[in-house]
Every structure is written in C-alpha cells, then in structure tokens.
Nanobody, 127 residues
C-alpha cells in the first residue's frame, strides 16, 4: 500500500510558477512509475505526464510540454511537477498517482495503470 500526499498548490497570477510535490509513504516508491493528472472544473480528469522509476519523464499534453516538467527524488520518496508560465486554463485540482510495479512503458498513459492516488492539490491561476 502506498500513501500519496500532494502539496504546493495555491493561487498564482498568470505567468507565474508553482512546484507541486507528492510525498509517498508506506510502499515501494522508487520501483514505481509515477504520474500527474489534473481535473479542471466541469471537465474529466486529464493525464498530464509520467516519470518512470529510472527517471524517464514525458509530458503528454502538447500545450504543457514547454512549461511543465516532471522529476523525482527517490531518496526522499518525492515526486515533483514544476509548472512555469501558468495560465488560467491550467486551473485545476492536480493529482499524483503511483503505477502498478509491473507496469510497462506503453501502459503508462493509461489511467487504469495507476492504482494509488493522492487527494489532490488545488491550483488556481487568476489575476
């Protein structure tokens, strides 16, 4: 069982930056791929990107590729999402999730691969 806790959300002006953190406990963080998702008001949850246990990171949303970066610190059991040049359309609840230990690379864009979830952290981009 892996417990995940996100932090770092808040209110930021357009063009600002935030770094979200996700601390894992109670399980094998370093051997799992991790993902970030977000859910905007009135919309379905969206897969932002993932990072493998060997730190291969990828952002899947084209509009985010130049602004968001995923990283991890296995020694601290922590996942990060660096978000730069935030825009109002980035307003959402952001969730981290841990994949099955047996997950293969091609499955990491599938939400069903992620079996442990954090409670989410709110990011609001507004002037």
């Amino acid at each position: 069982q892996v417990q995940l806790a996100e932090s770092g959300g808040g209110l930021v002006q357009p063009g600002g930056s935030l770094r979200l953190s996700c601390v894992a406990s109670g399980g094998t963080f370093r051997s799992r791929a991790m993902g970030w998702f977000r859910q905007a008001p009135g919309k379905e949850r969206e897969f932002v990107g993932r990072i493998t246990s060997s730190r291969a990171a990828r952002i899947y949303v084209d509009s985010l590729k130049d602004r968001f970066t995923i990283s991890r610190d296995n020694a601290k059991n922590t996942l990060f999402l660096q978000m730069n040049n935030l825009q109002p359309e980035d307003t959402a609840v952001y969730f981290c999730a841990a994949a099955k230990e047996s997950a293969i690379l091609s499955a990491l864009s599938d939400e069903s691969t992620y079996i442990y979830w954090g409670q989410g952290t709110q990011v609001t981009v507004s002037s």
